[in-house]
């Protein structure tokens, strides 16, 4: 049986198809359920032992947890996340998703109910052929001065396809609070199918809201200037694309961690 | 003829529709310092531009060979690959990407041979004391936060490690601070060490220069060399400016 | 304790307040093939128009209900009278043959003043019929044609009518639209023929008087090769306890090297829904400028679409919307890149005070064909107090490598320094708001005749400042 999945607060235009995805999930589902006791700090590499996953995540008063999601193009199988987060007071949830190929449905939820909690998503993604990469993700303002900034950079070439809804739900009581979304896509090729939905909603005073959009190529001045230096359109075109992947591994404050992506990023482009 | 580095003949070029390069000549042999002086609007940014193969301009008529070969007929990353270098005012920013990292795959760009990570790192290292640069320049992404004399530095970094025949800087706005004026005089310096090493200085700025060996001078006034000379024509231009060669157009 | 914010009453709207008694011959209320039927009769349609009517009803009846934008549950078809006739001959060429209480209307909202001074042509519709149409000698002798749609549907432009009649609008787009298809009645039709540059806007006035009813006038332009056109649309109507609809219908033909700006004012009373469609298929190199104000009715859903269909086709759209209290003000725009190097530019700001609620909604869309396209938005959002509703829903589907699109949204308040700064200047707070908002909207005002612009300053003081007395 399908059902609609990664269906954002607010909807738009039918005719866009943006709305939710159609899809059958698996009956089983990998289930990760955490609370983040006050003050701690937790890293927490997500490892894809089912098609489904689900994580719940309750991050304590002044503690931190670091999801850290990255997947590879081994199979055609298509994978669901479904991350649920509340954040306590002066707590920080940061999501890292590195997509590099595949068929990924990512729902991600966040919510800021705690004063000042904040949240960061960082998502990465290289997609070719007929990869696919569905997501919606949520950050749900509720508490004061809570911050969110959801930045996603990606490249797309062959016959990919990319959706991502971005929403900063900035909500009654949540004064002081700012939302920042930035997302910047290179398209590399006639066939790809972009789709972007950065959606604001507002129903308190003194917030800010911001967003931001780049979709398409490359600068012309930073082609050229590439060029200048003796690296060839390909060349740049693969060096963009590996940017965009280690500058979110690299915001990842782990060495080690980082590290390891690296290698596991080389090992996939 | 023979032993010519850089060889323009008739250039004409145009941004959109209008024509800023109206039949230029200008020739350079291997190891020379050639200056080229003129009044804002005139066109020395462009012909740098232009050199390197900028999209933003097209060329109408003339010829440019370089090194004995058709330099028009080159995709801009092949020019630098023989040896074409240009400095830029004010340099893209480049997040994602090490300094040192997008140097070596530049390198990497030229030849057969990978450049060996360590090597190279020494390299940069010893390129970086000589300029008296902070050695964490090598670890920032390309640019990115840069400030103006930070980003003018990291340029003059990236001169001395391609190494390149012909370097073309082009100083014209670039108001440098002291600082600055210093880190572009012991690049040149450094990069000079190369006996062959030609340069091509666009400047306002007569400090950079009294340092330097400069071998020709050329005014250029509404896209075309209006007067040329040994080093004594700096300081006649900046005691009287340009007047006198804007009078001589026909 | 609250900060002490600006004191606003409900919005005045006194100035549009007016009515008068309601005279007139009307269908009865709901939608039935017999109305339709009646309709048609009534307006000595040709027999494909008739037939047009009655298959748009049927995919009216069988169309759902918009799912997602603002509730329209108040909204009744069964209680809305679809055809009401004033109580006038149809059409007047000359202002004194308008009936009394008709003229009177239009002359409070200054249209006859504003033909005097800076217009090439006026059309004036009261509820379902165009009640009045001029436009100038020196204008008509360049051949541009501006009448009401239904002379033109029998005379000789009939033919040009019928092969642009709902055709960028078909009655399947949405539900609205086909209802707009059974029972659209009264509107314009301009056609300006090629190369020819109408130097001065034409104008066209709508006014809804009766109480319950629905108005559905259908504006049809073609602007040929090479010409050029500034056509203004405005709207209101008196406030009364029931709800009325407008369900309007624009369909702008912009042809290769046109330019075509189309400026509308509404402000429909708080008890409008404001269901309208419009429309500009741009062909190669032409232009089209749309300038928006939304100002009035309950509920709007309004997104002007540029269909970019022709090579180097540009559309620009700047829009401000002002949602106050029992207010929810959908708006924003469409723009279809469907051919080579096509551009389009948005740039638009709401604002929500008092309750109200506004949204920003868009769509821009890029088809494979439409390689080396660019386009641009730019929406800003301004909350007034923390019992508004500001959202910013765009969509970009991008389909093609060869592309540049950018988008930048912003949701924020007024900034206390920029208050405290004019306060220092001895400018009280109220004002000093009431300002501030002003130069906010100015994106729209300054792209408007100056007459226009100084009633949209009016309109933005007095949402500001509350009731004038």
């Not at chain 2, 058709?70 to 995709?75: A, K, S, Y």
């Not at chain 3, 109580?87 to 308008?98: C, K, L, Q, S």
């Not at chain 3, 009649?165 to 787009?173: A, G, I, N």
């Not at chain 3, 540029?306 to 090579?311: A, H, P, Y």
């Given at each position: 049986m399908k059902q609609m999945i990664n269906t954002p607060p607010a909807r738009t235009f039918?005719?866009?198809?943006?709305?939710g995805t159609a899809a059958e999930l698996p009956q089983e589902a990998g289930n990760y359920t955490c609370s983040v006791p006050e003050g701690a700090e937790q890293t927490f590499v997500l490892?894809?032992?089912?098609s489904l996953q689900k994580v719940t995540i309750e991050v304590g008063p002044h503690a931190v947890f670091r999801l850290i999601q990255i997947h590879r193009n081994t199979d055609d199988t298509e994978r669901f996340s479904e991350i649920r987060v509340n954040c306590q007071e002066s707590a920080r949830f940061e999501w890292y998703r590195i997509v590099l190929g595949g068929n990924c449905y990512d729902n991600c939820s966040v919510a800021l109910?705690?004063?000042?909690s904040s949240f960061t998503a960082e998502i990465g993604y290289r997609l070719d052929g007929s990869d696919r990469l569905d997501v919606n993700c949520e950050a749900i303002h509720t508490g004061r001065r809570t911050r969110s900034t959801i930045h996603a950079s990606g490249v797309m070439t062959g016959a990919s396809a990319k959706i991502l809804r971005s929403t900063i739900d900035l909500q009654k009581?949540?004064?002081g609070a700012v939302g920042n979304e930035q997302e910047d896509v290179l398209l590399l090729d006639e066939t790809v199918e972009n789709r972007s939905v950065p959606v604001i909603l507002c129903t308190e005073e003194d917030v800010e809201g911001n967003h931001g959009t780049t979709i398409g190529q490359l600068d012309e001045d930073l082609v050229f200037y590439l060029s200048t230096r003796g690296i060839p359109q390909e060349a740049i075109y693969d060096m963009m694309a590996r940017a965009r992947i280690d500058a979110v591994i690299r915001r990842i404050p782990d060495p080690a961690l980082q590290t390891a992506l690296l290698d596991e990023k080389e090992a996939a482009i | 003829m023979g032993n010519e580095l850089l060889a323009v003949r008739s250039l004409r070029a145009a941004a959109e529709d209008k024509e800023i390069l109206k039949g230029l000549d200008l020739t350079i042999a291997p190891g020379e310092i050639h200056v080229i002086m003129g009044p804002n609007g005139a066109g020395k940014s462009t012909l740098a531009a232009v050199l390197m193969g900028s999209?933003?301009?097209?060329?109408t008529d003339g010829t440019i060979l370089f090194r004995g070969k058709?330099?028009?007929?080159?995709?801009v990353s092949q020019r630098a690959k023989n040896g074409l270098f240009l400095s830029f005012q004010n340099p893209v920013e480049v997040p994602g990407i090490s300094m040192e990292n997008f140097i070596r795959s530049a390198l990497d760009q030229r030849s057969e041979d990978k450049v060996r990570p360590w090597v190279f790192h020494k390299e940069v290292q010893r390129v970086l004391k000589a300029l008296d640069m902070d050695e964490s320049y090598a670890e920032r992404?390309?640019?990115?936060?840069?400030s103006g004399g930070e980003k003018k530095k990291a340029e003059i970094l990236q001169l001395l490690l391609l190494k390149p025949t012909l370097a073309i800087l082009d100083?014209?706005?670039?108001?440098?601070?002291v600082d600055a004026v210093q880190t572009v005089s012991r690049g040149i310096e450094e990069f000079r060490k190369d006996k062959d090493a030609a340069l091509l200085i666009i400047t306002h700025n007569a400090a950079i220069l009294s340092a330097l060996h400069v071998d020709r001078v050329h005014v250029l006034v509404d896209g075309h060399i209006a007067a040329e000379g040994g080093p004594e024509l700096i300081g006649e231009i900046e005691r009287s400016g340009f007047a006198a060669y804007e009078g001589d157009q026909a | 304790m609250n900060k002490e914010k600006t004191n606003v009453a409900d919005v005045d709207r006194s100035f549009y307040d007016f009515r008068y008694a309601d005279d007139s011959w009307k269908v009865k209320s709901g939608l039935t093939p017999e109305i339709v039927a009646q309709i048609s009769e009534e307006k000595h349609d040709p027999d494909w128009m008739r037939e047009f009517r009655l298959k748009s009803l049927e995919i009216f009846e069988r169309t759902e209900m918009p799912?997602?934008?603002?509730?329209?549950?108040?909204?009744?078809m069964d209680n809305i009278v679809t055809y009401v006739r004033p109580?006038?001959?149809?059409?007047?060429?000359?202002?004194?043959?308008?009936p009394t209480d008709i003229k009177d209307t239009f002359r409070r909202l200054g249209i006859p003043q504003a033909e005097r001074e800076g217009l090439a042509g006026v059309g004036a519709q009261y509820d379902s019929e165009l009640v009045y149409h001029n436009i100038r000698k020196e204008v008509a002798e360049l051949g541009v044609v501006y009448t009401d749609i239904e002379s033109a549907l029998h005379g000789e432009y009939g033919d040009m009518i019928r092969e642009h009649?709902?055709?960028?609008?078909?009655?399947?787009?949405h539900k609205f639209a086909a209802l707009h298809g059974a029972v659209w009645s009264g509107g314009s039709f301009v056609y300006v023929p090629p190369?020819?540059?109408?130097?001065i806007p034409l104008q066209s006035y709508f006014r809804l008087n009766a109480p319950g009813a629905g108005q559905f006038e259908h504006t049809l332009i073609i602007v040929d090769e090479g010409a050029d056109l500034h056509f203004i649309e405005g709207c209101s109507a008196p406030k009364y306890n029931v709800a009325n609809l407008h369900a309007g219908c624009v369909e702008l033909f912009v042809g290769r090297n046109a330019r075509l700006r189309y400026s509308t004012i509404e402000n429909w009373s708080?008890?409008?829904?404001?269901l309208n469609t419009k429309r500009a298929k741009v062909e190669e190199g032409g232009r089209i400028e749309w300038v928006s104000g939304s100002f009035g009715s309950h509920v709007s859903y309004l997104y002007p679409m540029?269909?970019?269909?022709?090579?180097g086709a540009r559309s620009e759209f700047t829009g401000v919307t002002f949602a106050g209290a029992g207010q929810n003000l959908d708006t924003g725009c469409k723009v279809l890149h469907?051919?080579?190097?096509t551009s389009s530019y948005v740039n638009t700001r709401s604002i929500s005070k008092d309750g109200g609620a506004s949204t920003f909604r868009s769509a821009v869309v890029i088809t494979?064909?439409?390689?080396?396209s660019k386009a641009a938005v730019s929406c800003q959002s301004l909350m007034i107090d923390d019992i508004s509703r500001s959202d910013t829903i765009p969509a970009m589907d991008v389909r093609t490598s060869e592309a540049n699109v950018g988008h930048e949204a912003r949701i924020g308040r007024i900034s206390d320094d920029a208050v405290f700064y004019l306060m220092s200047r001895g400018i009280s707070e109220e004002e000093a708001r009431a300002l501030i908002v002003s130069g906010f909207a100015e994106n729209v005002s300054k792209e408007l005749p100056l007459e226009y612009a100084v009633e949209m300053n009016n309109l933005i003081r007095i949402e500001m400042k509350g009731a004038i007395g």
């Open positions: 039918r005719w866009l198809g943006v709305n490892q894809e032992n089912s109910s705690g004063a000042d009581g949540c004064k | 999209p933003k301009y097209t060329v058709d330099l028009l007929e080159q995709p992404d390309l640019n990115v936060g840069f100083e014209t706005d670039s108001g440098l601070d | 799912d997602w934008g603002p509730s329209i549950e108040g909204l009744d109580n006038a001959e149809r059409m007047n060429t000359r202002w004194e043959d308008v009649f709902m055709k960028l609008v078909p009655p399947t787009d190369h020819v540059k109408v130097e708080k008890n409008m829904y404001n540029s269909v970019l269909d022709g090579e469907n051919a080579p190097n494979p064909r439409a390689k080396g």
